[in-house]
């Protein structure tokens, strides 16, 4: 099986129902099994229509079509299907459940096995089906998704062609019934299918695929190791230093990224080991980070020696469009002593990028930086020298047209200056250089005989050796002093990059792919992989990372410095894989764990609840049976009805218990079928006072299993009649809301906070109860249990003007008729109207 190729997949992302998913699907399907290839239909929801229907002609079938019946008729026979093991399968509806009893919950896992057995697949999703689109679609709709598909599933695809119609269009159909019975045309085109409602869907699964494509242009661009910028989509690069001026960038950048419709904004950092990042505002870059994040765009921080190379090797890397950096802080003499900053070099190195240099209130006034010639470049390598040789001379040609008037004292220390200058640019040899210069020049032009050397004189001599090793002296303490600053500058660099990285594994949001992320473009690398053994790396940097791990870091080469940086973020990727191992452990235990407080739990409740209608029922069974006194019938019969109240109290509490027992073992029996609730309220509220029923009449039916259902609704409507005021009634409705029935259980009582509501479905749990000592506390847990066994939710809400309402989501047993692509988890509204009754 290990060498079985893995299946295509190609799926048809639709925007919205009734854009012709299944249309595209079966219209695929006929050309390529006319061209030869071995094509099935393993499932498809033609809904009743019979154009769709008809292009299933000379299609082999598999499994059951979708018809009148509607989407739930669309079975796939997933053994069938892998038993006959075509070439190509066609299995609509992605995102859909599977029945009970079939091989996996959903229809997206078939398809994995389906593509594990080398079985290629065509299908269909809506984006509002996607995962992690499902909130978003719910907060434009109002729609709650109980269906999706992870997106990985989706992006995995080889293909994923998108079906595209426009609002207007998919609105006529509507109109024109192709999607909506003509009853409930009205209805839908007023809420799910309004114009705003599809403008945004479109919205989404256009920028959904394009996030696609984006991915697929830079995989390829990796592979075929291309560095030139394609404006296939704004992308632009924001540079921060940490200067107060950031704001203002990432501000600015945001709006060019926005102006562009859809652009994506990237701020990078660049941490120097030359003392360009020293001193940086932490402070400032942290909020800097999260107004980027605020903003919707992504926070970067790389290493590099050069500000500018790196700015645009990241931003080539990133396939950025657009760079948008600060005017320079420095002077004009900063400027003019200095040479070119980086804005400058930036723009020489940027090619087909363009580049904004953005003015702000601190440009020009001075750096707050330290400076960026820090460093024994190559250039200052050659200027050192030079400057040691020429500077003095040109000193010396200055104090000529003073001579005179300038003391002899006052030359030495002009000098002695000029010495330093040339040892802050080049050091000590090139300090000695100017020191002897310096000297010989003084010598002959500033000490008598002017015009010869003195160099016979031995205080003459004496002078120019104290002058020389001053000036060495001075040049070795300025270079071991500009030495420090670049050692202090590289530690604040790397503590730089190591508190970014904390920050970001202490707000949660690196998993270990995205550490991995972080260390490749922080270091620069092509790659970077975790491996437990690290083998066959070809000349790849390796680095441990905890036990029993390593990273391999493929491109590119890293200094010493970078190096234990380096060694640092493996550091963080062990503890993160370590991390996840523990968690993993953790949630193994914690099933033991709840099991045990369950059974804590049970045993404090039983030792009470049971022992009362024991000892009832007990009582009144052995008085009857006593000899010494003589009943009355009225007693008797008393005596009778506390016993068998007793036993049906105790009956009841032991059947809540094995049944709550099953569904915790998985192993509860179902006998699901089409139910009205008509048929299950009059049994489940016959025993309690005060519930009034209204609007179920004509609500579809539901595929339940009617005596579980019948004790959900009287668990759940007991526990409302017992938090009710006094003389207020239960109110139980029903009504159709995005394909599915919800039943609504009514209660005006003090209601409950929403922090408290998940615990309300604990076993065991009484609190807020007006009578803490009757129940086992098992009703809502048994309602929620047994309902979600029947593919369904129990959802708490709060009662308008006080109380709580418990919403009972049940699936329709055959939904209602709909046209081209209608899916479950969307639809009209319910229909109004109906009866209206009283219980008790």
């Known amino acids: 099986m290990d060498d079985v190729r893995r299946g295509r997949l190609k799926v048809y992302l639709g925007a919205a129902p009734g854009v012709g998913k299944t249309t595209r699907m079966l219209d695929e399907a006929g050309r390529r099994a006319a061209r030869g290839a071995d094509v099935v239909v393993g499932a498809a929801a033609c809904h009743g229509r019979a154009a769709v229907e008809r292009m299933l002609d000379g299609l082999e079938v598999l499994g059951s079509v979708g018809s009148g019946g509607g989407v739930r008729d669309a079975e796939l026979d997933l053994a069938g299907v892998l038993a006959r093991a075509p ?12 029945g009970r ?16 057995a080398g079985i290629d697949v065509i299908t269909a999703v809506d984006v509002h089906q996607l995962e992690s689109l499902k909130d978003v679609v719910e907060k434009i709709t109002g729609v709650p998704q109980h269906e999706t598909v992870p997106d990985d599933v989706v992006r995995r695809a080889v293909e994923v062609e998108l079906v595209d119609v426009p609002p207007e269009r998919l609105r006529r159909r509507m109109a024109h019934g192709d999607l909506w019975p003509p009853e409930r045309v009205d209805a839908a085109l007023a809420s799910y299918f309004r114009p705003g409602n599809l403008a945004a869907l479109r919205q989404l699964a256009l920028l959904w695929t394009a996030d696609r494509v984006d991915e697929a242009l830079q995989r390829y661009r990796a592979e075929h190791a291309i560095g030139g910028v394609w404006e296939t989509r704004e992308r632009v690069v ?15 950048a945001a709006r060019i990224a926005a102006r562009s419709g859809g652009g994506a904004l990237l701020a990078v950092h660049v941490a120097r080991s ?32 050069d500000v500018a190379a790196a700015l645009v090797e990241f931003a080539r890397a990133e396939n950025a469009t657009q760079l948008v950096l600060g005017s320079s802080r420095r002077g004009r003499l900063e400027r003019f002593l ?10 020489a190195l940027s090619g087909d990028i363009d580049v904004h240099q953005v003015t702000h209130e601190r440009a020009g006034r001075g750096t707050l930086l330290p400076s960026r010639r820090r460093t024994l470049s190559r250039a200052r390598m050659i200027a050192g020298p030079v400057a040691g040789l020429v ?47 310096a000297s010989l020049l003084l010598n002959y032009w500033f000490i008598p ?7 016979g004189d031995p205080d003459a001599l004496l002078a120019l050796g104290v002058f020389v090793l001053v000036a060495a002296v001075v040049a070795a303490v300025v270079d071991r002093s500009l030495r420090l600053s670049r050692r202090a500058a590289r530690a604040t660099a790397e503590a730089e990059t190591m508190s970014s990285l904390a920050g970001s594994i202490v707000r949660g949001g690196q998993t270990i792919p995205a550490l991995l992320e972080r260390t490749r473009e922080t270091f620069g690398a092509d790659s970077v992989e975790l491996v437990e053994d690290p083998v066959d790396t070809g000349g790849a940097s390796v680095v441990p990372a905890g036990p029993g791990g390593f990273l391999v870091l493929r491109g590119g080469t890293r200094s010493s410095s970078e190096r234990r940086v380096l060694a640092a973020f493996a550091a963080h990727v062990g503890s993160a894989v370590e991390r996840a191992r523990l968690a993993e452990a953790a949630a193994e235990v914690e099933p033991v764990r709840a099991a045990d407080r369950m059974r804590t739990a049970l045993l404090r409740a039983v030792g009470h609840d049971l022992r009362t209608p024991l000892a009832a029922g007990w009582a009144a069974v052995t008085s009857l049976r006593s000899r010494e006194v003589r009943w009355s019938e009225e007693d008797r019969d008393e005596l009778l009805a506390t016993a068998d109240e007793s036993m049906a109290k105790l009956s009841r509490l032991v059947e809540n218990l094995l049944d709550l027992s099953r569904l915790e073992a998985g192993v509860l029996t179902l006998n699901l079928r089409p139910t009205a609730l008509e048929e299950v309220l009059p049994a489940a509220l016959a025993d309690l006072p005060s519930v009034e029923v209204r609007e179920v009449e004509r609500v579809p039916q539901v595929l339940v299993d009617p005596p579980l259902l019948e004790r959900v609704l009287a668990n759940l409507a007991a526990n409302a009649v017992r938090h009710s005021p006094g003389g207020a009634a239960v109110l139980v409705t029903a009504s159709v809301l995005a394909g599915r029935v919800e039943v609504r259980v009514v209660d005006r009582g003090p209601g409950l906070p929403v922090a408290g509501r998940e615990r309300l479905f604990e076993p065991f749990q009484r609190f807020g109860d007006t ?3 009757t129940g086992l506390g098992l009703g809502l847990a048994l309602a929620r249990g047994l309902t979600e066994a029947m593919n369904g939710t129990v959802t708490p809400e709060d009662t308008p003007g006080g109380g709580l309402t418990m919403v009972v989501s049940l699936p329709l047993a055959v939904p209602v008729p709909v046209r081209a692509g209608e899916k479950e988890g969307e639809g009209g509204e319910g229909e109004e109207g109906g009866g209206r009754g009283r219980v008790g």
Do not use: K, M
């Open 391 to 437: 500077l003095p001379v040109l000193l010396t040609l200055v104090l000529a047209q003073f001579r005179g008037s300038v003391s002899l004292t006052s030359e030495a220390l002009l000098f002695l200056l000029a010495v330093v200058g040339v040892a802050c640019i080049g050091g000590v040899v090139s300090a000695v250089i100017a020191s002897v210069t």
């Open 238 to 252: 924001v540079a921060l230093t940490g200067g107060p001026e950031g704001d203002t960038l990432v501000r600015r």
């Open 771 to 773: 009578d803490n000592t």
């Open 338 to 347: 200095t040479g070119l900053g980086t804005g400058e070099r930036v723009v």
């Open 449 to 455: 005989p002017i015009g010869h050397f003195t160099l």
């Open 101 to 116: 009893g079939a091989a996996h919950g959903r229809r997206w896992q078939d398809v994995e096995a389906l593509l594990d």
């Open 87 to 98: 070439g190509v399968v066609v299995v609509d509806e992605l995102a859909r459940g599977n």
């Open 274 to 305: 030359d003392g360009l990042a020293a001193g940086v505002s932490h402070a400032s870059l942290a909020r800097q980070r999260r107004l980027v994040e605020d903003l919707g765009g992504s926070y970067h921080s790389v290493v590099g020696h």
